[in-house]
């Protein structure tokens, strides 16, 4: 099914007729709701619970209409979409956000996260609440994170061991200008591209290789045409549940209350179901034949990656969040 605006008048036109979008004459307000993942993957399952504890708070009167599997566009047009006020919520990942925000840009940096309890302790802290803050220059609303665990590489080509390993691949990264400046860092071509292409690219050849969590290698199918995966961990770029400002400016203080506390109240669902996908995915694929190896020594990696902090830490204000962030125990 082709994916962006086209499939979007559908949905539009439902939408219109059902809900009134959040407008201030309806009664009950249907919120329109974006992921690219399945109907059962942690992130689309955490605006389900979002949704559930929207529908029973407000007795009926305020709830979200998912539609998951990217059916309303690719990340880099919903995330315009939600700028225009024609998706009401979105999740996304923050890679594709950090093309807009270069606050949001700085979780994207290689190597920033110690692990996934630092990056929790940030992220649940003042830092991350500034950080969902700060988007109203852009139009956005931030309401949560979501896990999305460590990225790695993996290609069809060969294991990665070292950075040069990486010399000659086509690696397919996410549209973020971050991401392909961290796999020219490391000495390989990085070819932006949207998630749902990546499958078919990678078994017709135009790339080599990609990088990603272990649940969205599985899900996607990716372990089926590109088996090596290499734990180099190179970063942990958390998801994102984003609203449109425009849909928030229609909405009633307590509305507004009780959206944020809905989205805080979806994080520990998502959680739990991340952490035992991580697990079971990786079970699977290797079950499945993919050939799965540790980095002993990251550091060249790390240090392959410095350069980029300079090229993205432009601001001094954007150096002194990663310092923030780096103290945070
Ligand atoms: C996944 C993320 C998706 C998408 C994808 C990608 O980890 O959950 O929303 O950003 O990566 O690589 O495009």
Not at 158 to 184: F, H, N, T
Not at 216 to 232: C, K
Request: glycine residues 8%.
């Amino acid at each position: 099914m082709p994916k962006g605006w086209l499939p979007l008048f559908p949905a539009l036109l439902f939408w219109l007729s059902a809900s009134c979008h959040g407008g201030s004459g309806s009664s009950a307000k249907v919120l329109l709701a974006a992921d690219d993942h399945p109907l059962e993957y942690p992130t689309t399952q955490g605006l389900v619970a979002m949704n559930r504890y929207l529908t029973e708070k407000s007795g009926g009167r305020l709830s979200l209409d998912i539609f998951a599997d990217s059916v309303l566009g690719e990340e880099k047009v919903t995330i315009e979409q939600t700028q225009l006020g024609i998706l009401d919520i979105n999740r996304v990942n923050v890679s594709p956000v950090a093309q807009i925000s270069p606050e949001l840009g700085v979780l994207v940096l290689p190597y920033l996260f110690r692990d996934q309890a630092h990056m929790r302790r940030v992220l649940d802290g003042e830092i991350g609440e500034e950080l969902l803050g700060s988007l109203g220059r852009y139009n956005l609303v931030g309401l949560c994170f979501y896990d999305s665990g460590a990225r790695n590489f993996y290609n069809r080509v060969r294991p990665i061991l070292k950075p040069a390993d990486l010399v000659g691949l086509k690696i397919r990264v996410q549209e973020s200008a971050i991401m392909v400046g961290m796999v020219k860092a490391l000495g390989g071509s990085p070819t932006p591209m949207a998630f749902g292409e990546v499958y078919s690219s990678l078994a017709t050849g135009v790339i080599d290789g990609a990088e990603n969590n272990w649940p969205s290698y599985e899900y996607t199918g990716h372990y089926q045409v590109a088996g090596y995966y290499s734990l180099d961990e190179h970063s942990r770029v958390p998801e994102i549940v984003l609203m449109s400002r425009r849909t928030w400016a229609r909405l009633s203080p307590e509305e507004r209350a009780l959206i944020k506390e809905a989205a805080r109240a979806s994080v520990p669902a998502q959680r739990k179901l991340w952490s035992a996908l991580e697990e079971k995915a990786r079970r699977d694929v290797e079950a499945n034949g993919a050939r799965v190896n540790a980095i002993p020594d990251r550091r060249p990696f790390e240090e392959a990656m410095r350069p980029l902090y300079d090229q993205v830490l432009t601001d001094p204000k954007l150096r002194a969040l990663v310092e923030r962030i780096r103290a945070v125990p």
